[in-house]
């Protein structure tokens, strides 16, 4: 039914999740903060085609490089939620201070609580998860238990939540 791969990305380690719809071939992307190759090299070992680009924050380490993996793939992108415009704006600036590239970039399409996004066959649910960021969400796949939760989880930990909203 599905299948997920983990490719962790940029000096922060973040992971970088790919999920393929098994049924259908398609394949999406969530959070491409860098390492866009490592990305595409663990995308073409699934066999699957990318159709599109999820997004759980704005952070640089988790968005980056969402407007170049985007642009590479020609494939639009969904989330977060867009009280984290503010974070997506600045990602130019945070990537000069934290040594990565980042673009801000415009999404497809803005995710709120209730919503759902689609890859292939699969319907995941989105909820609106304000903490680490305003605009965080987490994408859920109730029938095979999967989230991607972004750094609202951590293992051993609760996530961050002290940020400056």
């Known amino acids: 039914m599905i299948r997920l791969s983990i490719v962790p990305v940029t000096p922060?380690?973040?992971?970088?999740?790919?999920?393929?719809?098994?049924?259908?071939?398609?394949?999406?992307?969530?959070?491409?903060?860098?390492?866009?190759?490592?990305?595409?090299?663990?995308l073409g070992k699934t066999g699957a085609t990318l159709e599109k680009v999820f997004v759980t924050h704005g952070h640089i380490d988790h968005c980056g490089q969402v407007a170049a993996f985007a642009r590479r793939h020609q494939v639009p992108v969904e989330g977060p939620q867009e009280e984290d415009r503010f974070w997506i704006s600045r990602l130019e600036d945070d990537g000069k201070r934290w040594g990565l590239p980042g673009k801000p970039f415009e999404p497809d399409r803005w995710l709120a609580q209730g919503d759902q996004v689609t890859v292939g066959d699969l319907v995941l649910d989105v909820y609106h998860c304000p903490g680490h960021t305003p605009g965080h969400v987490v994408f859920h796949h109730p029938e095979s238990k999967l989230a991607i939760v972004g750094d609202v989880l951590f293992q051993g930990g609760i996530g961050r939540w002290d940020f400056p909203l």
């Open 12 to 42: 922060f380690q973040q992971n970088c999740s790919i999920l393929v719809c098994e049924s259908s071939g398609k394949a999406v992307v969530f959070d491409p903060g860098g390492d866009l190759d490592r990305i595409d090299e663990a």
